[in-house]
T-cell receptor
Framework: SQQGEEDPQALSIQEGENATMNCSYK?????LQWYRQNSGRGLVHLIL?????REKHSGRLRVTLDTSKKSSSLLITASRAADTASYFC???????????FGKGTLLTVNP | SQTIHQWPATLVQPVGSPLSLECTVE??????LYWYRQAAGRGLQLLFY??????ISSEVPQNLSASRPQDRQFILSSKKLLLSDSGFYLC????????????FGNGTRLTVT
């Protein structure tokens, strides 16, 4: 079934730096979504990018989508300690019309 | 505004005991409802989803079952827990068509001893 794979699995940066996380997938998609999960909490939806879009912004977040490479990236600019969390990509595609999640990237932003 | 409530937050249960986790959504009607499980350091595994009262679809065969007795209530159950049922259980809802953003509860940490 369709499942995204995030890269890297873990990322540690200093406050103020930019953080980039990547997501690759296997089959065609309708849209791709990014979620954030603070430790021990539920996931929070960040941004949705449709298959006919190439780039989308929301505050300090920038998401790109390259359907030819079957990949997406999430950029967090000017990171803050409060951005420390796991970030997941999720998509629907192939024969499965349910949202499936990757294993996530654990981002640690050091003060 | 819409809210989702999930309880309990944590639960420790012995092997062989029953389980009931509850999830309710407020401020919306006829949502699609989901149960996911997350193992430590892993992604989310979809367990069940429901598009309406009494309509339950299972994604993987296992020791768990789900029910939707009311439009905005989703219950995850087991008659006899296994050690492998330990994990972080998340309820989520979406409004409208598939591919909409999911809204998650705060989860239940289940430890089977």
């Amino acid at each position: 079934s369709q499942q995204g794979e995030e890269d890297p699995q873990a990322l540690s940066i200093q406050e103020g730096e930019n953080a980039t996380m990547n997501c690759s997938y296997k089959t065609s998609i309708n849209n791709l979504q990014w979620y954030r999960q603070n430790s021990g909490r539920g996931l929070v939806h960040l941004i949705l990018i449709r298959s006919n879009e190439r780039e989308k912004h929301s505050g300090r977040l920038r998401v790109t989508l390259d359907t030819s490479k079957k990949s997406s990236s999430l950029l967090i600019t000017a990171s803050r300690a409060a951005d420390t969390a796991s970030y997941f990509c999720a998509m629907v595609g192939g024969s499965n019309y349910k949202l499936t999640f990757g294993k996530g990237t654990l981002l640690t932003v050091n003060p | 505004s819409q809210t989702i409530h999930q309880w309990p937050a944590t639960l420790v249960q012995p092997v062989g005991s029953p389980l009931s986790l509850e999830c309710t959504v407020e401020g919306t009607s006829n949502p699609n409802l989901y149960w996911y499980r997350q193992a430590a350091g892993r992604g989310l595994q979809l367990l069940f989803y429901s598009v309406g009262i009494g309509q339950i679809s299972s994604e993987v065969p296992q020791n768990l079952s789900a029910s939707r007795p009311q439009d905005r209530q989703f219950i995850l159950s087991s008659k006899k827990l296994l050690l492998s049922d330990s994990g972080f259980y998340l309820c989520a809802w979406e409004q409208g068509a598939y591919n909409s953003p999911l809204h998650f509860g705060n989860g239940t940490r289940l430890t089977v001893t």
